[in-house]
């Protein structure tokens, strides 16, 4: 007989009932922070193990299929797509071709199948015909993108080499070929890691590395692999076309079969996560999760070469298992949960096996249902059938419980009739108990008396020598239908009803616990079985054990689908030392009782974001700024914690309250209600498990004027009037006499200015006219009437500049300019000038004082000019230094001491009235204003030096 391998491990499904939208998986791969993304025909999920947040084009993915998700050093999570284009999630924000110019540029011809991160921070996108595209990444952004003009199938880099695979079976190394496949590769057959690249031929795994091919590991027969996954260099999965999805690990330097997984239909990617779990895609059914310390568990699903397909009752026999079926077939499982032997074959529904017993002590094996089976068993895995006496006809009549007493006696329930078979006699004889016309649901044989315990429609009675005698008990639950007895201990019972729980009671009928419908769970109990102190029980909601002290039971465990069931509703269980055994709708199932008992591990809490009307903050952590008059924040969160389905509750208190309000999540709000700022403290838990580390942040509302400072701002208010009261009579009087004195001090000193200035003008004019005179008395009419003619525009200039107390400094150049050239008429070749700015400075900004600038000029060649009988040359500087403009009027003539000109000595009208207005102007502005005159040094010459504080014009 063929045998049926079971299930290493056994596994979680999450379909469409658990938040799937579709059960088309293509891809799954584990980020940085421990979540799940999972890619599939209808968008992308971000999984943390309890609930699924699906993303969408609207959201920001390139197309709603995306068929292989990578993730980059920086924690970036990319998509490529059936559209041929790619985009990526960062920091809660998607990048795709609508908000990136670079992926903009890239659409491949086919779906990408290969993603590879290669030096200098390039990006490598394979598509299925080839088309390759490089993009050039940094931390923060995609910097460039661009399509390569070659097709490859595959790319990976070794030291400073590249390489490439082209037409699925030629290797090129830096463009030039090395090396050809034996076979070619399909689009799924090869990935490139590191430094290596890795590919399955129909004999092996390879891999092609330093210009080798390697063998890693060779299988017998045809496997017909079509899909490679390298979880690293000593960890693979394959996937076949048979279904079955191979595990590689490397052990002592060797690659080895480490698990074979065959419950998924089409099966796609496999990916282990960072708790050692392996997550397996499927193409119609969703995602399949091995919890890593299920590793020792087994499952299997119904076969073809089981004699049934729902099996209703099981016990532990020794090395094997003995399971009934509904059509009353019999059959022997190995530990193992690989069908051995068939002990009985059966295609009668009527004879559906009710219950198995196994009598230790006589080594017998007793089936009840539609009739009455007995084996011998002994040491060697041997049954032998033994023949039932039947004098009683009770085959026409379903057996519907059955117990076994101490003393070797199997009480059967005929419905209608109470049996008693003595397995300790030869023949097995049957013998009538008690018969009625009420339908009787469940007996149990007391273990410390003679008496007999059954339940009809009646109630509970208990038989002694025939006669039946009812319990009087007035506790409304003894109306109810009791589908099972038990008797754990001497004058204790545990009766099982259908819709009011489990109750412990004396033989008196006194309840001293019920066991509720909350406790079981809100599921129907179908089975119950004592072990010692231990009592089993499950039915439509799972499985769970409670433990006895005295005469009350406490709850220890609860299994179900949410910590490893393949499904909640349990037909039949029997228990073996440290494995508990389960049949559910689902299958077969092996389950360590240790990872049973161990409380879940505690998840780990991730905030995703706070929303505050329309402000949000992305991965938010230390303090948080919230506007004014706040009154409700909105959180995203996360619980990540895989194989364990529970609900996840989130926790949430702020500083100073005592407990923790709970609420489901992913998504909830949290009411504020205070101002200023407090810490909010955030934990989460998945069913039973642990808390999670807290979480705290800092919340900060701004506190309302009125509100922040009534009491301080009454006090410095109240102390202010004070003040201003009681020296208000004093600083008054005196502000008045300040005043008078400044304003008479300032306007004297206005008027003083204003005269001055007036006076530069004469000044000027009589020079000129003097120049006039000269050329007059020498006859020289030309140069008098040319002199005259630029001395009129130097006249309109100066009655202009006398409206005015200050000007920009282009003008004030541009009329010594024009005075210049004036006296380079007069003195021609012996007079020469030159005016430099510094660098950067500009002329049409700068104000200065009206008519300061010409006395110097003036200066300058009266003393140096008319001094000399040589050319003389006149500089005049512009500079800035610090807050201050500096120009110097240099002349190369005799020099103060030549000319007996020195500014100790010699007496200059211009010169007085400079320094005159300089002090008026330093009194009146409050600012330093400058002038000296000095000779040159070593150098023939005079320099005057004016200091102006900087003004530029508004």
């Known amino acids: 007989m063929e045998k049926t391998q079971a299930q290493q491990g056994t596994f ?3 379909g469409v009932s658990e938040g799937l939208t579709s059960n088309y ?91 590879y991160e290669g030096r200098n921070h390039t990006n490598h996108v394979l598509g299925l015909g080839g088309n390759y595209a490089q993009l050039n990444v940094s931390a923060d952004s995609i910097l460039s993108s661009k399509i390569m003009p070659y097709k490859a199938n595959a790319y990976w880099e070794e030291g400073k080499d590249n390489y490439y695979l082209a037409d699925r079976s030629i290797i090129c190394k ?25 590919y ?48 590689l690990r490397e052990q002592n330097g060797v690659l080895v079969l480490y698990r074979t997984f065959t419950d998924i239909y089409s099966p796609g990617h496999a990916w282990a996560d960072k708790e050692g779990g392996v997550w397996i895609t499927s193409l119609a059914e969703g995602l399949y999760y091995y919890p890593d310390s299920k590793q020792n568990a087994r499952a299997i699903r119904y076969t073809p070469q089981w004699p049934g397909k729902i099996i209703t009752d099981m016990e532990v026999c020794g090395a094997q298992i003995i399971t009934g079926f509904e059509n009353g077939s019999v059959a022997c499982f190995s530990k193992e949960l690989v069908l051995d032997t068939i002990l009985y074959r059966s295609t009668n529904k009527e004879m559906m096996v009710k219950t198995i017993h196994y009598d230790s002590a006589l080594s017998k094996v007793i089936v009840s249902g539609g009739c009455i089976l007995v084996w011998q068993a002994n040491g060697n895995k041997e049954f032998h059938s033994l023949k039932v006496v039947n004098s009683l006809r009770l085959f026409a009549r379903t057996v519907k419980d059955a117990e076994i007493s101490a003393s070797g006696k199997l009480y059967l329930n005929g419905i209608r009739h109470l049996f008693k078979v003595d397995i300790t006699k030869p023949g097995l004889p049957v013998d009538s108990v008690f018969e009625s016309r009420t339908r009787k649901y469940a007996v149990c044989p007391d273990i410390a008396s ?5 339940s009809d429609m009646d109630g509970l009675h208990w038989l002694e020598q025939g006669t039946p005698h009812p319990i009087s008990a007035a506790h409304p639950f003894f109306q109810e239908r009791i589908t099972d007895i038990k008797m754990p201990a001497p004058n204790l019972l545990v009766l099982t009803t259908e819709s009011e729980g489990i109750a412990i009671t004396d033989t008196l009928g006194n309840i001293s616990q019920l066991i509720s419908l909350k406790e079981l769970h809100w599921g129907a109990i179908s089975k119950t079985k004592i072990y010692g102190d231990q009592l089993w029980l499950s039915g439509e909601a799972g499985i769970g054990m409670f433990r006895r002290k005295g005469d009350k039971y406490s709850p220890v465990l609860w299994v179900n689908k949410n910590n490893g069931l393949l499904s909640d509703n349990v037909l039949t269980f029997c228990l073996e030392q440290d494995f508990l055994y389960v049949v559910t709708a689902e299958g077969l199932q092996k389950l360590p009782i240790e990872s049973l008992t161990q409380q879940p591990d505690k998840p780990r809490l991730l905030l995703h974001s706070i929303q505050n009307k329309a402000q949000v903050w992305m991965n938010p952590s230390g303090t948080i700024y919230l506007p004014e008059q706040s009154k409700e924040i909105k959180l995203e969160c996360s619980a990540i914690a895989f194989g364990n389905t529970a609900p996840v509750i989130f926790a949430y208190r702020f500083e100073g309250a005592d407990n923790f309000i709970e609420t489901p999540g992913p998504f909830f709000s949290i009411p504020l209600g205070f101002d200023g700022h407090k810490k909010l403290y955030l934990r989460c838990r998945k069913g039973d498990s642990k808390w999670s580390e807290e979480t705290v942040l800092l919340l900060q509302i701004p506190v309302p004027f009125l509100k922040r400072w009534p009491v301080i701002l009454s006090l410095c208010l109240s102390a202010l009037i004070l003040i ?26 206005l008027l003083k200015l204003h005269a001055l200035q007036a006076m530069m003008n004469p000044h000027f004019v009589f020079n000129a006219m003097n120049a006039i005179q000269g050329y007059i008395n020498d006859h020289d009419r030309y140069r008098a009437n040319k002199y005259l003619a630029k001395f009129s525009k130097l006249i309109r200039a100066s009655l202009n500049s006398s409206r005015e107390s200050k000007n920009m400094l ?24 030159t005016i430099e700015l510094e660098l950067g400075l500009d002329t049409d900004k700068i104000l200065l004082p009206v008519m300061l600038l010409q006395p110097l000029a003036e200066n300058a060649v009266i003393h140096g000019v008319m001094a000399s009988n040589k050319p003389v040359k006149i500089t005049i500087s512009c500079t800035i230094a610090e807050d201050s403009l500096v120009i110097y009027v240099r002349d190369n003539g005799p020099g103060l001491r030549s000319t007996g000109s020195a500014e100790g000595t010699h007496k200059s009208l211009g010169l007085d009235m400079i320094r005159s207005r300089l002090q008026l102007l330093s009194e009146v502005k409050g600012k330093a204003y400058r002038f000296q005159l000095k000779d040159n040094g070593e150098e023939p010459g005079a320099t ?11």
């Open 12 to 14: 979680i499904h999450y």
């Open 25 to 115: 998986i293509y891809d799954i791969i584990q980020d940085h922070n421990g979540f799940l993304w999972i890619g599939s025909n209808t968008g992308v999920y971000r999984f943390d193990g309890t609930h699924f947040r699906q993303f969408r084009t609207q959201d920001g993915v390139p197309d709603n299929e995306v068929l292989e998700i990578c993730i980059d050093k920086y924690n970036r999570v990319w998509f490529c797509c059936f559209n041929g284009r790619v985009g990526f999630y960062d920091k809660g924000r998607f990048f795709y071709p609508g908000n990136s110019p670079a992926l903009a540029q890239v659409r491949l011809m086919n779906y990408s199948t290969h993603f």
């Open 174 to 198: 830096n463009g030039q070929r090395i090396f050809k496949l034996r076979e070619p590769l399909g689009p799924r057959m090869s990935v490139a890691k590191g430094n290596t690249f890795y």
């Open 200 to 247: 399955l031929l129909s004999d092996g795994l390879f891999c092609f590395r330093e210009g080798k091919e390697r063998l890693l590991f060779t299988w017998a027969g045809k496997l017909e692999p079509w899909q490679l996954e390298v979880q690293s260099p000593g960890h693979f999965f394959i996937t076949c076309n048979d279904g079955k999805v191979i595990e």
């Open 450 to 454: 003679a008496k007999i315990w059954y």
């Open 724 to 749: 201003m009261l009681a020296g208000n009579y004093v600083a008054r009087r005196r502000r008045k006499r300040q005043l008078s004195e400044q304003d008479m001090k300032l306007q004297v000193t």
């Open 810 to 833: 282009s003008k004030e150049l541009e009329y010594i300019r024009n005075y210049l050239d004036l006296e380079q008429l007069r003195f021609e070749d012996r007079l020469s000038y």
């Open 944 to 954: 005057a030096i004016l200091c102006l504080a900087l003004e530029y014009h508004s």
